[in-house]
């Protein structure tokens, strides 16, 4: 939600950056709305030479690692932005009256006059980059984990689908309830707040316990930090530096909560070596979480049953073996 009221300076900020990029390149805002729609053809253009190359079968150097890099970009750190310009070009929540005729202006550039010929052409565009990326998106963000050959990092198909489509739906949220500050709080926190309750009582989200922490971590602050700024959006009477130190104690808290929270999972299996043999002694950490002890005949069979539910726990790419007494 928009609290450019609240700490006035960062409005003025950012109005500073905006208005100097403009002189600088011009219309910057239909710049970054043509660049995002050819990122997408680009995405598109390289997923299908990739089919191509592999129906022939001609090798091009280095054309994976760019395919690969590429999409990885623009599937994860991309898909807020792009989503998000994609969309505003539908939000003409500029209203004019004149003479007795009311005529409404795209909010991101108030010379254009929405559903005039300019802007039908900019919502054609935008609709093309949207019907392009955002499967692509959805599918390389699960095909992503598989490109990482040295991390035992994996989402299910699920939760991918579920966090993409809270992201698109907070984006569009914030498109059409910008100038409801209490209305798009309020959907906001609620989304949220939902989204938590999921990532907390699903153990599929994420295979790696310190990573489902993190993420609870980094949600919980989110919330946080939208709680105190409703809260001085409606008590406008208290001072913001009183504001800014709940926050910040509110950060603290839920960092150092974490932090330890973090540790005392205990140690887990992060990377791993692509076709080769998980030593034992990690194995007995990602087991047991304890300091390694020698294997006997007595705890082999006991060793081998909770390998073969950690292995299925935790997701690995690759079977686990289990050293007996005689390989050790």
Same mark, same amino acid.
């Given at each position: 939600?928009?609290?450019?009221?609240?700490?006035?300076?960062?409005?003025?900020?950012? !109005?500073?950056?905006?208005?100097?990029?403009?002189?600088?390149?011009?219309?910057?805002?239909?710049?970054?709305?043509?660049?995002?729609?050819?990122?997408?053809?680009?995405?598109?253009?390289?997923?299908?030479?990739?089919?191509?190359?592999?129906?022939?079968?001609?090798?091009?150097?280095?054309?994976?690692?760019?395919?690969?890099? @590429?999409?990885?970009?623009?599937?994860?750190?991309?898909?807020?932005?792009?989503?998000?310009? @994609?969309?505003?070009?539908?939000?003409?929540?500029?209203?004019?009256?004149?003479?007795?005729?009311?005529?409404?202006?795209?909010?991101?550039?108030?010379?254009?006059?929405?559903?005039?010929?300019?802007?039908?052409?900019?919502?054609?565009?935008?609709?093309?980059?949207?019907?392009?990326?955002?499967?692509?998106?959805? =599918?390389?963000?699960?095909?992503? !984990?598989?490109?990482?050959?040295?991390?035992?990092?994996?989402?299910?198909?699920?939760?991918?689908?579920?966090?993409?489509? %809270?992201?698109?739906?907070?984006?569009?949220?914030? %498109?059409?309830?910008?100038?409801?500050?209490?209305?798009?709080?309020?959907?906001?926190?609620?989304?949220?707040?939902?989204?938590?309750?999921?990532?907390?009582?699903?153990?599929?989200?994420?295979?790696?316990?310190?990573?489902?922490?993190? !993420?609870?971590?980094?949600?919980?602050?989110?919330?946080?930090?939208?709680?105190?700024?409703?809260?001085?959006?409606?008590?406008?009477?208290?001072?913001?530096?009183?504001?800014? %130190?709940?926050?910040?104690?509110?950060?603290?808290?839920?960092?150092?909560?974490?932090?330890?929270?973090?540790?005392?999972?205990?140690?887990?299996?992060?990377?791993?070596?692509?076709?080769?043999?998980?030593?034992? !002694? %990690?194995?007995?950490?990602?087991? =047991?979480?304890?300091?390694?002890?020698?294997?006997?005949?007595?705890?082999?069979?006991?060793?081998?049953?909770?390998?073969?539910?950690?292995?299925?726990?935790?997701?690995?790419?690759?079977?686990?073996?289990?050293?007996?007494?005689?390989?050790?």
């Amino acid at each position: 939600p928009d609290f450019d009221f609240y700490i006035p300076y960062i409005d003025e900020l950012r !109005q500073a950056v905006v208005l100097n990029l403009s002189y600088l390149f011009g219309d910057l805002y239909w710049i970054l709305l043509v660049a995002s729609l050819s990122i997408s053809l680009l995405c598109f253009a390289l997923v299908f030479l990739n089919a191509f190359f592999r129906f022939t079968k001609i090798k091009v150097p280095t054309f994976k690692m760019i395919y690969n890099f @590429f999409l990885t970009i623009a599937s994860t750190m991309l898909y807020v932005p792009i989503v998000s310009i @994609f969309l505003s070009v539908y939000a003409c929540d500029i209203e004019v009256e004149w003479r007795g005729e009311t005529n409404y202006y795209l909010g991101n550039d108030c010379e254009v006059l929405c559903f005039s010929n300019r802007h039908i052409t900019y919502l054609i565009m935008s609709g093309v980059g949207l019907v392009v990326y955002l499967p692509m998106a959805l =599918f390389y963000r699960y095909k992503l !984990q598989e490109w990482q050959k040295h991390l035992n990092i994996l989402q299910s198909l699920k939760f991918i689908a579920i966090k993409t489509f %809270v992201l698109t739906w907070l984006i569009v949220a914030r %498109v059409v309830l910008k100038h409801y500050v209490l209305l798009h709080s309020g959907i906001f926190i609620m989304s949220v707040t939902l989204f938590l309750a999921y990532v907390l009582r699903s153990k599929h989200c994420l295979n790696v316990r310190k990573l489902r922490v993190v !993420q609870r971590i980094l949600l919980m602050m989110v919330l946080w930090q939208v709680g105190i700024l409703l809260c001085a959006h409606l008590a406008s009477n208290v001072p913001n530096l009183v504001w800014l %130190v709940f926050l910040f104690s509110g950060w603290t808290f839920i960092g150092i909560a974490g932090v330890w929270r973090s540790h005392a999972s205990g140690p887990e299996l992060l990377y791993f070596s692509a076709n080769s043999d998980i030593r034992l !002694q %990690v194995l007995l950490h990602l087991v =047991f979480s304890t300091r390694a002890k020698p294997i006997d005949d007595k705890n082999f069979a006991a060793l081998k049953t909770k390998a073969l539910e950690a292995s299925e726990r935790y997701q690995t790419k690759d079977v686990i073996r289990v050293v007996g007494p005689k390989d050790q």
